[in-house]
């Protein structure tokens, strides 16, 4: 492979925009495996956005992706979850699934 590491960023960018269908995390694995150089390029294509709610584990996950080399470079914004429940619908799981199905209700009309 002679072509500079931006041409092939372009050609992964490219097929990232254009072909979402065909275009998926499995493609950007196989691409990292196949050679270091390849596996530094794809790899900024990785994880364009990460889902964060209030949560430890959540907030870990965004800690560590952020604290790493090559796949932080990848990310290119942040979805915040900032949903809060009030007490009496975050005690008992009925009541909170209750909850959620008159706001589809609501919401489908």
């Known amino acids: 492979m002679r072509l500079p590491d931006e041409v ?3 050609i992964i960018g490219y097929l990232a925009l254009n072909d979402p269908d065909w ?3 499995e493609y950007i ?3 990292r495996l ?3 150089r390849l596996s530094c390029i794809a ?3 990785l994880i364009p956005c990460i ?3 209030i ?3 959540s907030l870990l996950c965004l800690e560590a992706i952020s604290q790493h080399p090559l796949i932080s470079r990848s990310v290119k914004a942040v979805d915040m979850n900032l949903t809060l429940y009030k007490c009496h619908i975050s005690s008992a799981f009925t009541t909170f699934v209750g909850y959620c199905l008159k706001l ?4 489908l009309g």
């Open 34 to 36: 196949t050679c270091r």
């Open 23 to 25: 275009f998926s995390v």
């Open 55 to 57: 949560s430890l584990s």
């Open 104 to 107: 589809l209700e609501r919401d």
């Open 8 to 10: 092939l960023a372009e």
């Open 29 to 31: 694995k196989s691409c």
């Open 51 to 53: 889902g964060v709610d």
């Open 43 to 45: 790899s900024t294509f």
